[in-house]
């Protein structure tokens, strides 16, 4: 069964802290995809990225930046220096196939980032 | 260009109404989700469209919720009778399936109260 974990259900900071949400996960699909998206105060979610289970090369976009590692079936997301505008909920997410040609996403419990000045 | 778009972004209603809730997927996104979002249960996927056609409505609660999408530009999400436990945000999301990538892109949600 596929499965998405974000153990860590609140983290607090202190801006410019560095500070990095973990994602644990579980599939047996050899191909699947793995996201982050952001849900900031105002409710919308956002995507942030994707990554591909054949690309294990981490990624870095600004201040964001992402680790994946199918040894430990984790994809980690770590925020340098972090803003007060960073304090969202962000949660991590595996594509699951429902069909050979349709999909389904499923997300993590989310981990609420609270970033005080 | 235009994200996903919903409408209305506010809904209060009383229980035993009927709520209609509407989404316009991302212009050339063949894949719609409808998901709801609450404290107690997080994000849940209610139904699952691709070109238009019903894949996977295993996580629509009960009879009460039905959707349909009956062209690639339009879909709705119905509840008829509402109930005071169905309040809570209702996001549409599109994807394209073509690209490879799967991600799906959000709209705005709607927020349902029902009292």
């Known amino acids: 069964a596929q499965k998405v974990t974000q153990a860590q259900t609140e983290i607090s900071v202190v801006e410019k802290e560095d500070v990095t949400l973990d994602c644990v996960y579980e599939?047996?699909?050899?191909?699947?995809?793995l996201f982050w998206y952001k849900q900031p105060p105002s409710g919308e979610l956002v995507f942030l990225i994707r990554?591909?289970?054949?690309?294990?090369q981490n990624e870095i976009s600004g201040r964001y930046s992402w680790n994946f590692q199918k040894s430990t079936s984790s994809f980690n997301f770590t925020i340098t220096a972090s803003q007060v505008v960073d304090s969202a909920v962000y949660f991590c997410?595996?594509?699951?196939?429902?069909?050979?040609?349709?999909?389904?996403?499923?997300f993590g419990s989310g981990t609420r980032l609270l970033v005080r000045p | 260009d235009a994200g996903v778009i919903q409408s209305p972004r506010h809904e209060v209603t009383e229980m035993g109404q009927e709520v209609t809730l509407r989404c316009k997927p991302i212009?050339?996104?063949?894949?719609l989700f409808w998901y709801r979002q609450t404290m107690m249960r997080g994000l849940e996927l209610l139904i699952y469209?691709?070109?238009?056609?019903?894949?996977?409505d295993s996580g629509m609660p009960e009879d009460r919720f039905s959707a349909k999408m009956p062209n690639a530009s339009f879909s709705t999400l119905k509840i008829q009778p509402s109930e005071p436990r169905d309040s809570a945000v209702y996001f549409c999301?599109?994807?394209?399936?073509?690209?490879?990538?799967?991600?799906?892109?959000f709209g705005p949600g709607t927020r349902l109260t029902v009292t």
């Open positions: 999301a599109s994807s394209s399936t073509g690209t490879g990538g799967h991600e799906q892109y």
């Open positions: 599939t047996r699909d050899t191909t699947y995809y």
């Open positions: 990554r591909n289970s054949f690309d294990e």
């Open positions: 997410a595996l594509i699951s196939p429902v069909t050979d040609s349709s999909y389904k996403l499923i």
């Open positions: 212009s050339g996104h063949n894949s």
């Open positions: 469209f691709n070109n238009n056609v019903p894949i996977d």
